[in-house]
């Protein structure tokens, strides 16, 4: 174990060193929520942005419940993880029709909200609460693996549990809350993937560092491969507008925007993998006429190359008929930035609003 010495000189640390972000002048249970949420997975910059915008326009439960999905999705468009926005409106609703509109304060409650795990619920309860409970993210697991040395790897079940008992074992009762968030923020700042141990406020008590092992620390599983992945999607412009359409409920990125289009099978050309998705998802005949641009990025662990192609009618113009999405049609450019599109696709309305070939039909926004 390490001694009880240690807190103090974290949180001497903490009270010196740590940020200033918004959520912490005032930590209420839903400012909490909304940060840790977004957290997961973003780079805190990012989260600040994103948090403000989010504050402006749902101060509390009360108004995030009355929210329509199509508006969070669109605040949260950029930030990726889209379930992370739908799990926190329906977390919205179960607080208003199950605890009256009053965030919960029990530990087993909060854990019960959609897209709360132990993580959330542990820095909800420590934070904006004071209760003695451990909050465990990856920045926690990297510290104590290597301030315990731990030789096996941390992430499983065995490691993290060591860590949860440690960190139990270490919170004080009067700061709980600060406790946990200096944890996190000297992996966020010092402790992180590559240390500066000369500068770290805990070096007496960490056991890698003694034993010569932090760029050991901790020890990570396998990492899975990247898989790659090539899409073509289409543009059909008819009369000045776009055909977009929303996901479904059961699809990746459910519930947000896209053009047609898909992946493209062995032998196909980019052209025909559009030409054959356009007739499959919306019964349209189209053509390409030309290559808008390839983009390439990344998401969770694919590396996806997508061919953006310009498209008209092949054939008379009709209506579309949806038969992979829940519903869609052809919009204004001027329309496109009020729905929400995966970032692939938002990457793609951006290009073509700042290239040549589209400046009269965007001249207007
Ligand atoms: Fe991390 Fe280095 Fe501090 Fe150990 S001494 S906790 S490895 S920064």
Redesign the pocket.
Known sequence: MIEVQFTNDLLAWYDASRRELPWRQNPEPYSVWVSEIMAQQTQIDRVVRYYERWMEQYPDVGSLARAHEEDVLKLWEGLGYYSRARNMLKAANVIVQGHGGEFPTDYADIRGLPGVGEYTAGAICSIAFGQSEPAVDANVLR?FA??LDLEGPVREAKGRSRVEKQVRALIPNDRAGDFNQAVME?GAL??TKS???ED?A??Q??R??DAGT?SQ?PVLPASKKTVRITMATGVLVHEGRFLIQKRQPDDVWPGLWEFPGGGIEEGETPEQAVVREYMEEVELAVEPIQTITTLVYTYTRYRVTMHCLLCRFAEEPREPVFNEAVEGGFMLPAELDSYAFPSGHRRLVEFMKNDKTFDALFSDI
């Open positions: 510290v290597r301030l000297l010092v402790c240390p500066n141990c770290c805990v070096q008590y960490c890698a560092r932090v620390r």
